[in-house]
């Protein structure tokens, strides 16, 4: 699965509809293959990104959490941490 497309459900604050779109972007970018399509394509690569979107949507608001939401902070600095430790640290950050 695409790297960039990040977990949106049970965190705090909530998931925005901007998260969403861009989510759903990543996605069809990436089972297209385009970055950006051409005009032939424009149509349908829009299309699918407005549909995944609204099913994306429609899933993360129905579902139920067992668990108190994740901080979206404490999480993005663990997954750096856990970056770090796999690749080590970027070039020129000492």
């Known amino acids: 699965m695409c790297r960039n497309i990040k ?4 965190f705090d604050p909530p998931v925005t509809p901007e ?3 861009a989510a759903s972007l990543q996605f069809v ?8 399509p051409s005009k032939a394509n424009e149509e349908a690569f829009l299309s699918a990104i407005a549909a995944i ?3 994306s949507a429609k899933l993360l608001s129905s ?5 108190p939401p994740k901080n979206r902070e404490e999480e993005a ?3 750096k941490a856990r970056s ?4 080590g640290a970027p070039k020129g950050v000492v």
């Open 7 to 10: 977990m949106l459900f049970n």
């Open 19 to 21: 998260e969403i779109q």
């Open 29 to 36: 970018r990436k089972i297209s293959g385009f970055n950006k």
């Open 53 to 55: 979107n609204s099913v």
């Open 63 to 67: 579902l139920e959490a067992n668990s």
């Open 77 to 79: 600095a663990r997954l």
């Open 84 to 87: 770090v430790k796999r690749f």
